[in-house]
């Protein structure tokens, strides 16, 4: 999820609030028909991470050969767990999008990068405006996503909350939205929970590189 648009440089940053889960196998029809009944917005991109060198507490990206993303990992301030819903890891960051990628990612699978398709389905929360498409800029909100994922051929895929805005608003817009989005279970017996709650870029970090 992206909070500033590729087209800006915008060297203050954003701050987000975040919680994500990743699964193997391919989203079924029922996981994307319960999260249809929010508003949805479909983005079908090719994001590439870089892995190596690890940069320890920095996630580096070219989202679709178009905006280099940098975030800034600022630590765990919790928990999110909904009773026999979900349990994740809430993780802060500070990121910044600029419109240049570096050069050289030409290939399909560059030596350092992990190039990862995406089929995004996106819906904005906030609690003073409710849900549908994104207001101004640096209105508190949260962003969730239902992705479809396919790395190196393998399918998985990924529900994500990033909530951004004043740093004080965070835990506050998670929390509503994840109300709202949980309010009915998610079908198929999907668990949510720790062992598979994380960002992209510790998921990328243990999956077996080429060979």
Same mark, same amino acid.
């Given at each position: 999820?992206?909070? @500033?648009?590729?087209?800006?440089?915008?060297? &203050?940053? =954003?701050?987000?609030?975040? =919680?994500?889960?990743?699964?193997?196998?391919?989203?079924?029809?029922?996981?994307?028909?319960?999260? $249809?009944?929010? %508003?949805?917005? /479909?983005?079908?991109?090719?994001? #590439?991470?870089?892995?190596? %060198?690890?940069?320890?507490?920095?996630? #580096? +990206? @070219?989202?679709?050969? *178009?905006?280099?993303? @940098? +975030?800034?990992?600022?630590? *765990?301030?919790?928990?999110?767990?909904? $009773?026999?819903?979900? *349990?994740?890891?809430?993780?802060?960051?500070?990121?910044?999008?600029?419109?240049?990628?570096?050069?050289?990612?030409?290939?399909?699978?560059?030596?350092?990068? &992990?190039? =990862?398709? +995406?089929?995004?389905?996106?819906?904005?929360?906030?609690?003073? /405006?409710? @849900?549908?498409?994104?207001?101004?800029?640096?209105?508190?909100?949260?962003? =969730?996503?239902?992705?479809?994922?396919?790395?190196?051929?393998?399918?998985?895929?990924?529900?994500?909350?990033?909530?951004?805005?004043?740093?004080?608003?965070?835990?506050?817009?998670?929390?509503?939205?994840?109300?709202?989005?949980?309010?009915? $279970?998610?079908?198929?017996?999907?668990?949510?929970?720790?062992?598979?709650?994380?960002?992209?870029?510790?998921?990328?970090? *243990?999956?077996?590189?080429?060979?």
């Amino acid at each position: 999820m992206t909070a @500033v648009q590729p087209e800006t440089l915008d060297t &203050r940053g =954003v701050r987000s609030l975040e =919680v994500r889960w990743i699964l193997p196998g391919q989203l079924t029809a029922a996981a994307a028909g319960w999260f $249809a009944r929010f %508003p949805v917005e /479909t983005r079908v991109v090719e994001d #590439v991470y870089l892995l190596d %060198p690890h940069l320890p507490g920095l996630s #580096v +990206k @070219v989202r679709g050969g *178009r905006a280099l993303e @940098v +975030k800034m990992y600022r630590g *765990r301030p919790g928990l999110l767990e909904l $009773a026999g819903s979900a *349990r994740g890891r809430l993780e802060s960051w500070h990121k910044w999008s600029f419109s240049h990628g570096p050069p050289g990612l030409g290939s399909a699978d560059p030596h350092g990068w &992990r190039p =990862v398709s +995406k089929r995004r389905r996106i819906s904005w929360f906030s609690q003073v /405006t409710g @849900v549908g498409a994104p207001g101004p800029g640096g209105e508190p909100r949260c962003a =969730v996503e239902l992705t479809e994922v396919d790395v190196r051929g393998e399918a998985w895929w990924t529900l994500g909350f990033e909530a951004t805005g004043p740093a004080e608003a965070l835990r506050s817009e998670l929390d509503a939205a994840a109300a709202l989005v949980f309010g009915q $279970a998610l079908p198929g017996g999907a668990e949510l929970g720790m062992d598979n709650s994380g960002s992209y870029g510790q998921w990328l970090r *243990r999956r077996p590189g080429p060979g």
